[in-house]
């Protein structure tokens, strides 16, 4: 079991920049794949970015292409997740998660607790 423990989150304006980080613990798999996903109340879960630990494969949902990097500490197993250029839209509860490739929502086997990102116009 993969415990998942987030922090960054936090109130910011529009164009301003955050830095989410999840630390794993546990029984972590080399071949699980980390990633974020994000929830705004009344919503389906949506998937943000995702890693393979070796850093080689790296995707992102078209919203944030170009603003958003997802990047992991190997050593710390801790996974990254930098946010710039943030619009109000970006406003969403984030869930750090690992599973299989491709990590979709349905191969997730562990979820974080979630960190709130708001963005402020």
């Known amino acids: 079991q993969v415990q998942l423990v987030e922090s960054g989150g936090g109130l910011v304006q529009a164009g301003g920049s955050l830095r989410l980080s999840c630390a794993a613990s546990?029984?972590?798999?080399?071949?699980?794949?980390m990633g974020w996903f994000r929830q705004a109340p009344g919503k389906e879960r949506e998937f943000v970015a995702a890693?393979?630990?070796?850093?080689?494969?790296?995707t992102y949902a078209d919203s944030v292409k170009g603003r958003f990097a997802i990047s992991r500490d190997s050593a710390k197993n801790t996974v990254f997740l930098q946010m710039n250029s943030l619009k109000p839209e970006d406003t969403d509860v984030y869930y750090c998660?690992?599973?299989?490739?491709?990590?979709?929502?349905?191969?997730?086997?562990?979820w974080g607790q979630g960190t709130q990102v708001t963005v402020s116009s």
């Open positions: 546990g029984r972590t798999f080399s071949s699980y794949f």
């Open positions: 998660a690992a599973g299989s490739p491709p990590l979709r929502i349905e191969r997730v086997v562990n």
């Open positions: 890693t393979s630990w070796s850093g080689i494969t790296i």
